[in-house]
T-cell receptor, first 114, second 117 residues
Framework: GENVEQHPSTLSVQEGDSAVIKCTYSDSASNYFPWYKQELGKRPQLIID?????GEKKDQRIAVTLNKTAKHFSLHITETQPEDSAVYFCAASGASGSARQLTFGSGTQLTVLP | DTGVSQNPRHKITKRGQNVTFRCDPISEHNRLYWYRQTLGQGPEFLTYFQNEAQLEKSRLLSDRFSAERPKGSFSTLEIQRTEQGDSAMYLCASSKWSHRGMRTEAFFGQGTRLTVV
């Protein structure tokens, strides 16, 4: 089955700086890669996703890059703000078989220091 | 609220008791997923349904865990003979998927936090 590794587990940045979180996946058949933000005690919420037919996607201060050859994808947050502080999870899924469900990374606790 | 709804939000039970959680997905979503999340970890997939069919259940943690979605709408997750290790947040998510592989994102519910004492 799919295995998703996520690094770092914790990340502290100064407000205004950029944050980068990286994930690798094992199943070359995976073709959908979402990122979720989870604030303490709340549900995971999708912030951005990317499909395997594109290499990069951007939404305001958030961008995701995908390298299918290397099987890794990254989340980039620019101009970080205190409200960006949360746990971020990457995930991967495929189109068939056991890969249909999302397999999550172990999460990154991002702290933006004012 | 048109999002994914889970009940109850919190459940405290004694070891050995059975518990059942309910999930109401977004109405037009045909796929429904159950995940378990323990502190400091990402959600761990348990099972999923497409309409009323349970298409993957090999990841259910043991035979004490079972799930149903009898009419293709709401779903229940039951844990029999609960153990302290079952204490976790149980998350439900739903999405819309078509045979051409098009799908919406998975929307998560608020979860049911289970504490087994």
């Amino acid at each position: 089955g799919e295995n998703v590794e996520q690094h770092p587990s914790t990340l502290s940045v100064q407000e205004g700086d950029s944050a980068v979180i990286k994930c690798t996946y094992s199943d070359s058949a995976s073709n959908y890669f979402p990122w979720y933000k989870q604030e303490l005690g709340k549900r995971p919420q999708l912030i951005i996703d990317i499909r395997s037919n594109v290499g990069e996607k951007k939404d305001q201060r958030i961008a995701v890059t995908l390298n299918k050859t290397a099987k890794h994808f990254s989340l980039h947050i620019t101009e970080t703000q205190p409200e960006d502080s949360a746990v971020y999870f990457c995930a991967a899924s495929g189109a068939s078989g056991s890969a249909r469900q999302l397999t999550f990374g172990s999460g990154t606790q991002l702290t933006v220091l004012p | 609220d048109t999002g994914v709804s889970q009940n109850p939000r919190h459940k405290i039970t004694k070891r050995g008791q059975n518990v059942t959680f309910r999930c109401d997905p977004i109405s037009e979503h045909n796929r429904l997923y159950w995940y378990r999340q323990t502190l400091g970890q990402g959600p761990e997939f348990l099972t999923y349904f497409q309409n009323e069919a349970q298409l993957e259940k090999s990841r259910l943690l043991s035979d004490r865990f079972s799930a149903e979605r009898p009419k293709g709408s709401f779903s229940t997750l039951e844990i029999q003979r609960t153990e302290q290790g079952d204490s976790a947040m149980y998350l439900c998510a739903s999405s819309k998927w078509s045979h051409r592989g098009m799908r919406t994102e998975a929307f998560f519910g608020q979860g049911t936090r289970l504490t087994v004492v």
